[in-house]
């Protein structure tokens, strides 16, 4: 090994280490960073809830599933843990050790934003058994306590009940329209924008 190389696995291996590491878990649930190894499961996961999830996200076709891809899309997304600008989780139920769907907590913000936008999704065969708001319920107390942000940010469609249901029992509240906010399913959608403060929630006694 040349010296360069050895001096970037010196730097390399903390950070390596770290992503290996981390993990948001409760005695059900385990939220961790995405793995090379998850491929197939994921894989198969999203193929069997395609029709299930089309109308709420971007339009995306078998191509997008690829392994090479999926290996890539890794890469992206542990430069964006290292940076501290997104942390995109896969949900598992621990009892199984299954992948259920997964959650990010994208855009990070920090100066005098102090805020991020928190995206989701759940497989088909794990829907409405309540593992989002499992997930919800580890995941707004660390950026609270552990990223120290001061505003967490969610979207969704006006005709996504669940979703909305979802975000107002976990204490959001709805704060106002957006309109053509987002491409999702191949046209511009209006979206409702939910929002948490740290001193709200902290004043229900979490």
Same mark, same amino acid.
């Given at each position: 090994?040349?010296?360069? !190389? %050895?001096?970037?696995?010196?730097?390399? #291996? &903390?950070?390596?280490?770290?992503?290996?590491?981390?993990?948001? %878990?409760?005695?059900?649930?385990?939220?961790?960073?995405?793995? #090379? !190894?998850?491929?197939? *499961?994921?894989? %198969?996961?999203?193929?069997? !809830?395609?029709?299930?999830?089309? &109308?709420?996200? &971007?339009?995306?076709?078998?191509?997008?599933?690829?392994?090479?891809?999926?290996?890539?899309?890794? @890469?992206?997304?542990? !430069?964006?843990? *290292?940076? $501290?600008?997104?942390? %995109?989780?896969?949900?598992?139920?621990?009892?199984?050790?299954?992948?259920?769907?997964?959650?990010?907590? $994208?855009?990070?913000?920090?100066?005098?934003?102090?805020?991020?936008?928190? $995206?989701?999704?759940?497989?088909?065969?794990?829907?409405?058994?309540?593992?989002?708001?499992?997930?919800?319920?580890?995941?707004? &107390?660390?950026?609270?306590?552990?990223?120290?942000?001061?505003?967490?940010?969610? #979207?969704?469609?006006?005709?996504?009940?669940?979703? @909305?249901?979802?975000?107002?029992?976990?204490?959001?509240?709805?704060?106002?329209?957006?309109?053509?906010?987002?491409?999702?399913?191949?046209?511009?959608?209006? /979206? /409702?924008?939910?929002?948490?403060?740290?001193? *709200?929630?902290?004043?229900? $006694?979490?």
């Amino acid at each position: 090994m040349s010296g360069d !190389s %050895q001096l970037f696995a010196l730097f390399a #291996a &903390p950070r390596t280490l770290r992503r290996r590491r981390f993990a948001i %878990q409760s005695e059900t649930h385990l939220l961790r960073l995405p793995r #090379a !190894s998850d491929y197939h *499961d994921w894989r %198969q996961l999203r193929m069997r !809830s395609r029709s299930f999830l089309q &109308p709420w996200e &971007p339009l995306w076709n078998v191509d997008d599933l690829t392994e090479r891809l999926f290996r890539r899309r890794i @890469a992206r997304l542990n !430069s964006e843990f *290292d940076e $501290g600008s997104s942390i %995109q989780l896969f949900i598992f139920l621990k009892e199984t050790n299954t992948l259920a769907g997964g959650i990010t907590i $994208g855009l990070i913000r920090r100066g005098v934003a102090q805020m991020c936008m928190l $995206g989701y999704w759940m497989g088909e065969p794990h829907a409405g058994k309540g593992h989002m708001f499992a997930a919800l319920q580890l995941v707004i &107390p660390y950026i609270f306590q552990e990223l120290r942000l001061h505003r967490i940010e969610a #979207a969704c469609i006006p005709s996504n009940n669940r979703s @909305a249901s979802l975000l107002q029992k976990a204490g959001f509240t709805k704060e106002g329209h957006l309109q053509k906010y987002l491409r999702i399913n191949g046209q511009w959608q209006d /979206h /409702h924008l939910y929002a948490l403060l740290k001193d *709200d929630h902290e004043a229900k $006694g979490n």
